[in-house]
């Protein structure tokens, strides 16, 4: 079975550029997660949806980034304009069930601002 | 509200133990960890659902206090392989989840 599969898996823009990512989750599983990883922390929660609807956006910066999950499916992360301080590693995760089961993650896009 | 790790960062020889904890201020429903080696995503280790659950998985094992609002991550006899970066991720009843600073651990020959 294919697990959660992100793509590019590495950017670099400029600052004030837009960039965006793309996320196919697991088949079946109905909540997908956006995170981002700072270098030496651990994942900060950016939006969770259940099928097409975000259901926590509450830590999503929404100025600049937005988030889209058509069709309950695969799901774009976007940021623009982006800024250095967007640099990181944003992760997409899937689950089968959030309240009792594992959260599969995919191998993350690492992004560079420059 | 962001869990607290300690240790933040542990060294081991192969074969030694080692003992990870989790805080939390608000009350849990349920506390998860998850493995990181560098470069590579996150890995569930496992989820512990109800006060003073303990799960076990292969030579590591965790516990679960809920009055406390603290889990530990136990392992035994560790494995080059064991090393990398752990989280604990806390879940309050409200649904809220958020992931720990982590914990180093470096497993040596």
């Known amino acids: 079975e294919a697990g959660v599969v992100q793509s590019p898996r590495y950017k670099i823009i400029e600052k004030k550029q837009p960039v965006a990512f793309w996320c196919n989750p697991i088949s079946g599983h109905n909540t997908l997660y956006w995170y981002r990883q700072n270098l030496g922390q651990g994942p900060e929660l950016l939006i969770r949806y259940e099928n097409e609807e975000a259901v926590d956006d509450s830590q999503l910066p929404k100025d600049r980034f937005s988030a889209e999950r058509l069709k309950g499916v695969d799901s774009t992360l976007k940021i623009q304009p982006a800024e250095l301080g967007d640099s990181a590693v944003y992760l997409c995760a899937s689950s089968l069930d959030p309240r009792t089961g594992e959260a599969f993650f995919g191998q993350g896009t690492r992004l560079t601002v420059v | ?109």
């Open chain 2, 1 to 109: 509200q962001q869990p607290v790790q300690s240790p933040q960062a542990v060294i081991l020889r192969e074969g030694e133990d080692a003992v990870i904890n989790c805080s939390s201020s608000k009350a849990l429903y349920s506390v998860h960890w998850y493995r990181q080696k560098h470069g590579e995503a996150p890995i569930f280790l496992m989820i512990l659902l109800k006060g003073g659950e303990q799960k076990g998985h292969d030579k590591i094992s965790a516990s679960f206090n809920e009055k406390k609002q603290q889990s530990s991550l136990y392992l035994t006899a560790s494995q080059l392989s064991y090393s990398g970066t752990y989280f604990c991720g806390t879940e309050d009843y409200g649904q809220n989840f958020v992931f720990g600073p982590g914990t180093r651990l470096s497993v040596l020959p």
